[in-house]
C-alpha cells in the first residue's frame, strides 16, 4: 500500500467542567466532547523518512517540524511496534488551528490511524488509545469520535448515547488562545483554589442529548474555562451575544477557545446564522456542521 486517506472531526464540548489541579500539573476533568462535522484529512505515503505538510485556510498556523503532533504521532506509533518505517504525512486542514476544536489532537489521531494501515501493524483499538493519552487529553477522543463522556484530564471516556443529529454554526476569531495560558487565566480568575471538589456530568445534558432534544441541550451547554476565555479575548463576548439574539438555542466557547459554537434548531437555521453572523461580530470566518459524527476513519 502506497498511500493511506484518514478524515478525523473537530469537536465541540458541550460541557467542560474544571476541576482540582493535580500534582501532574493537569486538572481534573468532566468533559463531554462531541464529534462534528468539519474535518480534517491526514494522507500518509511511503517514505524513508517522517515528514509533514499541510495545506488548507490555517495552513500557515501549522507547525511542520518535529513540534507538529501528527509527526510525534507518527513516530510514537514506529517506536511501539519496533520498526524504522517512514511517511509522509499530509494534512490537509479545516479544523481551525488553537481554536479550541482539538484540531491537533484530530491530525494526530488520523496519523496513527493512518500510519498503522499503511505499515501493515494491524495494531489494535487499545494500542493506539493509548498512544493517543499520551499524546494529547484530546487524541483518544478524535480516534473514537460520536458523543463521550471523558474525565481524568480527558482521556479516560466512555461513550454517550444519543439520538438524532445537533445542528451547529461555529464562528472561528482571528488567531488562537493557548489552551495552558487559558487554564492558568481559569486558575487566576477564581477566587478559591478549586481544590477538595470532584465535577460531575450534568444529568440534564445527558438527558438532552440521549433525547435528541436541542433546546434542552441548548440550556445546558456549559464551559468552565468560557471566563477565562473572554478575559484574554473581550471580543469572543460580542460574537455569543450576536448569536444569541440571532436565534441559537445556545451559545458557548468551544473548549479553551477562540472558537465560539452556537447551536441551532436545524441545518437551514444554521445556514442562516453562518450568513448573518460576520455583519455583526468580529471573526474571520463561520462553518456549518452537524454531530455527532465518527472518530478517524480510513476514507
Given at each position: 500500500m502506497s498511500s493511506v486517506t484518514v478524515r478525523v472531526p473537530a469537536k465541540v464540548n458541550v460541557q467542560l467542567s474544571v476541576g482540582p489541579l493535580r500534582e501532574d500539573g493537569y486538572h481534573d476533568l468532566v468533559?463531554?466532547?462531541?464529534?462534528?462535522?468539519?474535518?480534517?484529512?491526514?494522507?500518509?505515503?511511503?517514505?524513508?523518512?517522517?515528514?509533514?505538510?499541510?495545506?488548507?485556510?490555517?495552513?500557515d498556523l501549522v507547525p511542520v517540524d518535529d513540534t507538529n503532533l501528527a509527526v510525534q504521532a507518527a513516530r510514537a506509533l514506529a517506536k511501539h511496534a519496533g520498526v524504522c518505517y517512514g511517511a509522509d504525512l499530509v494534512i490537509h486542514k479545516a479544523i481551525p488551528v488553537a481554536g479550541g476544536m482539538a484540531g491537533g489532537s484530530a491530525d494526530a489521531a488520523a496519523a496513527l490511524v493512518a500510519c498503522n494501515e499503511l505499515w501493515g501493524l494491524r495494531l489494535p483499538a487499545e494500542d493506539l488509545m493509548r498512544l493517543a493519552a499520551d499524546?494529547?487529553?484530546?487524541?483518544?477522543?478524535?480516534?473514537?469520535?460520536?458523543?463521550?463522556?471523558?474525565?481524568?484530564?480527558?482521556?479516560?471516556?466512555?461513550?454517550?448515547?444519543?439520538?438524532?443529529?445537533?445542528?451547529w454554526t461555529f464562528a472561528m476569531a482571528d488567531g488562537g488562545l493557548s489552551t495552558p495560558s487559558v487554564y492558568a487565566e481559569c486558575d487566576r480568575l477564581r477566587a478559591t483554589p478549586s481544590r477538595g471538589f470532584w465535577p460531575e456530568a450534568d444529568a440534564g445534558l445527558l438527558a438532552a442529548l440521549r433525547d435528541g432534544d436541542p433546546h434542552a441541550l441548548g440550556r445546558c451547554l456549559s464551559n468552565d474555562l468560557q471566563p477565562a476565555a473572554l478575559s484574554l479575548r473581550p471580543a469572543l463576548a460580542v460574537t455569543l451575544e450576536a448569536g444569541r439574539r440571532l436565534g441559537a438555542l445556545g451559545a458557548i466557547v468551544s473548549g479553551s477557545g477562540p472558537t465560539c459554537a452556537f447551536l441551532v434548531e436545524d441545518a437551514a437555521h444554521a445556514a442562516r446564522l453562518a450568513q448573518a453572523?460576520?455583519?455583526?461580530?468580529?471573526?474571520?470566518?463561520?462553518?456549518?456542521?452537524?454531530?455527532?459524527?465518527?472518530?478517524?476513519?480510513?476514507?
Open positions: 468533559n463531554v466532547f462531541h464529534a462534528v462535522s468539519i474535518f480534517d484529512d491526514v494522507v500518509a505515503r511511503e517514505s524513508d523518512s517522517i515528514t509533514v505538510a499541510v495545506t488548507g485556510d490555517w495552513a499524546l494529547g487529553s484530546d487524541v483518544p477522543f478524535s480516534l473514537m469520535g460520536g458523543t463521550a463522556l471523558g474525565t481524568g484530564r480527558g482521556e479516560l471516556l466512555t461513550e454517550l448515547p444519543t439520538t438524532g443529529t445537533f445542528h453572523l460576520p455583519e455583526r461580530a468580529p471573526i474571520r470566518a463561520t462553518a456549518t456542521a452537524h454531530g455527532p459524527t465518527p472518530g478517524a476513519t480510513i476514507l
